[in-house]
């Protein structure tokens, strides 16, 4: 071992001393994370919470059934909580809670019939207001107490009960068939595993025997016939419950060269599609509007021309769902070419934005809640392979096509959800996506942009959705691209920055000249918005490195005058994705940031964003820009008096300083 190595050897000690110890201050209960939420809602500017009068929480506590389907212990406060949900929902009959299984958290979404209608999943506890329910449903519908069911019997008691409702109808804005607490309020034994469709006698529902299959598949694409020969081909091999003359494919294409134009004719004959050639400016909405108006069959189904059928039921499977009522947009699981990891099983609606939720997830592997398997509903689906009736897409009026490529999708399943339908994704069937096989991945600026742009865009349309998603519980995990699906209070405590001026330090003349640009400093940025304010969220690790060592720095730095640019020294977030995605790196679950500011902050102009690290135990100074970029800043803005590098830089002890300093010598 060197002498340089044996010096470094105390340093790492207590840089993964305070690694570690830091990490372990970042970790919540589930209790201390409710307790931040609470105080959070009570700040002030905030909406007021309503107050209720004694005398009528008490009066409706009186009047809360408790009905259990498992041993376990009822919070204290939980028939009050309940109680204040009745009086808000007063023509409600029953609602539920979130609950513990033993050590876990189950943590649910709101009223979800088709997922009801699947497994009883919110089984446990169920809060019944009885003089209701007694009214509605006749006197001997509920007990006269509290008492415990088997969970086949309670889901039956339940499905009777929402039955005098408009339970499994379309979603009614304003009356509540069945109310969900979003808190723990019951804490359980270990639970089996959801019982399954045998429980559902006398359902009676609209199923695929009772139909006579018809369906238009829209397949976009260009210059892909070998692509378009698989696609089509495995649907047909996969389609045994659809007979030869119902079974309408349509293939736009927007303008493929001369021999692909050629290859793709020749293949409309051989498989018998329609070929519609119309060259245009890519437009993903567009295309599927046009390849509908040529459909004559009574479902719908878009479908990407990378998609590959590997067996049969899926397409049944689809349009039994399709074919309910109260069914909008139909979705189903696909799983990337290795044919073991999910690349979509629905898109769930976050403070970032629409989200692959278990993107990259093993689907041989039992996800949060059973969340890769069964009938669920959800916010939305994506176009890649949604199906829906053909009747129900021309009463909404299609795709808008200014979504050119991105969120068409979500935008059609959002007016779907306001109209009052129910948009689900079956996942006990998949496909294969090869995804982004006939257009290339979406990493441009230019693209970014575009995306960003149409973003925008979505959520001026639909301004009560921006963030809110009733399929995914506020509290699971909602910040960052964090594909996994986990209680928030698991991921730790966040301490976002809201940064004012005299945090952001002017960079000296030639101070980015002593750092090696490289991209080893991996940085990402999954949020990067510049209106109303400038909000950043992501993570920067140094690659191949203990990232423990490193001070971290966001920088910003003028693209029209170099010589103006900013850092700014973040408080570092605790990720724990980070250290799942990345189980060949060290030390990487600190590596995520949160960073808001106001457009007066730093001087007008455009900025590319990027990361700044600096090893405490040698002379590596790395540093990377990203292809993101953002517009900051007002005419008024001056910059102000530069400081030094030492004013920002995070304060080291006296006792690494001076280790470094004999490193360096």
Avoid at 59 to 72: I, K
Avoid at 163 to 186: C, M, S, W, Y
Avoid at 412 to 438: P, T
Avoid at 594 to 599: D, R, T
Wanted: hydrophobic share 35%; proline share 5%; charged share 30%.
């Amino acid at each position: 071992m060197s002498v340089k190595t044996l010096l470094k050897k105390p340093l790492y000690i207590k840089l993964h001393r305070e690694y570690r110890k830091t990490i372990a201050s970042r970790q919540m209960t589930y209790e201390e994370y409710m307790e931040a939420y609470e105080s959070e809602l009570n700040k002030p500017g905030l909406k007021k919470k309503k107050k209720y009068l004694d005398a009528e929480v008490k009066a409706v506590m009186e009047d809360v059934l408790f009905l259990t389907s498992s041993p376990g212990v009822i919070n204290a406060n939980a028939r009050e909580k309940f109680a204040k949900a009745f009086i808000d929902n007063p023509n409600t009959m029953i609602a539920y809670c979130d609950i513990f299984e033993g050590d876990t958290p189950i943590l649910r979404p709101d009223w979800s019939p088709n997922r009801f209608l699947d497994c009883f999943y919110f089984r446990g506890l169920v809060a019944i207001r009885s003089s209701i329910c007694n009214i509605k449903c006749g006197e001997d519908m509920v007990p006269d107490r509290d008492e415990e069911f088997s969970e086949s019997m309670l889901w039956n008691l339940c499905y009777r009960i929402l039955k005098h409702t408009d339970a499994f109808g379309r979603r009614n804005k304003k009356i509540l068939p069945i109310v969900h607490v979003p808190e723990v309020l019951f804490r359980s034994e270990p639970l089996s595993e959801y019982i399954g469709k045998e429980h559902l006698k006398g359902v009676a529902e609209t199923r695929i025997k009772k139909l006579q299959p018809s369906v238009s598949v829209v397949i976009p694409s260009k210059d892909q016939p070998i692509l378009v020969k698989k696609c089509i081909s495995s649907l047909r091999d996969t389609s045994p419950e659809v007979e030869k003359g119902e079974l309408e494919i349509i293939v736009v294409d927007n303008g493929s060269n001369p021999e692909n134009k050629k290859m793709t004719e020749k293949l409309s004959k051989e498989l018998n599609f329609k070929y519609i050639y119309e060259p245009q400016p890519f437009n993903f909405a567009k295309m599927c509007n046009l390849g509908a108006e040529n459909a004559s069959k009574d479902f719908l189904l878009f479908l990407n021309d990378d998609i590959e059928c590997t067996s049969s039921g899926w397409l049944g499977s689809m349009m039994e769902e399709a074919a309910k009522p109260r069914i909008g947009a139909v979705g189903l699981k696909l799983l990337y070419p290795d044919r073991t990891r999910i690349q979509h099983c629905g898109i769930s609606n976050l403070p970032i934005g629409p989200v692959h939720k278990l993107q990259f997830f093993l689907d041989e592997n039992r996800a949060y809640d059973n969340y890769n398997h069964g009938i669920r509903d959800v916010i939305a689906v994506t176009g890649a392979c949604l199906m829906m009736r053909r009747a129900l897409f021309v009463e909404y009026g299609g795709f808008k096509e200014q979504f050119a490529v991105a969120f068409n999708d979500v935008e059609l399943c959002f007016r779907l959800y306001d109209a009052g339908y129910y948009n689900v994704v079956s996942l006990d069937y998949h496909l294969i996506h090869h995804e982004s096989a006939s257009r290339g991945a979406d990493e441009s600026l230019e693209k970014w942009e575009r995306l960003m742009q149409e973003r925008k865009l979505l959520y001026s349309l639909h301004p009560v959705l921006d963030g809110f998603d009733p399929f995914y519980n506020i509290h699971l995990n909602r910040n960052g691209l964090d594909t996994g699906i986990r209680p928030a209070f698991e991921t730790g405590m966040e301490i976002p920055d809201h940064v004012g001026a005299r945090d952001l330090f002017p960079m000296e003349l030639g101070e980015l000249d002593r750092y090696r640009l490289d991209p080893c400093m991996h940085v990402r940025f999954e949020v990067c918005r510049d209106y109303p304010n400038v909000v950043l969220h992501g993570y920067g690790v140094v690659l191949g490195s203990d990232n423990s060592a490193f001070d971290m720095e966001l920088i910003f730095r003028n693209t029209k005058d170099p010589s103006i640019a900013f850092a700014f020294a973040h408080t570092r977030q605790y990720r724990i994705d980070l250290e799942e995605n990345m189980p060949d790196q060290i030390n990487v679950g600190l590596g995520g940031f949160s960073v808001e500011f106001g457009k007066n902050v730093i001087p007008v102009g455009e900025y590319e964003v990027g990361m700044l690290a600096s090893d405490r135990t040698s002379k590596l100074k790395v540093y990377w820009f990203s292809e993101r970029k953002i517009r900051v800043g007002v005419p008024q803005a001056k910059a102000r008096v530069s400081a030094s590098v030492g004013q920002r830089r995070i304060k080291r002890t006296k006792e690494t300083v001076r280790i470094s300093r004999n490193i360096d010598e």
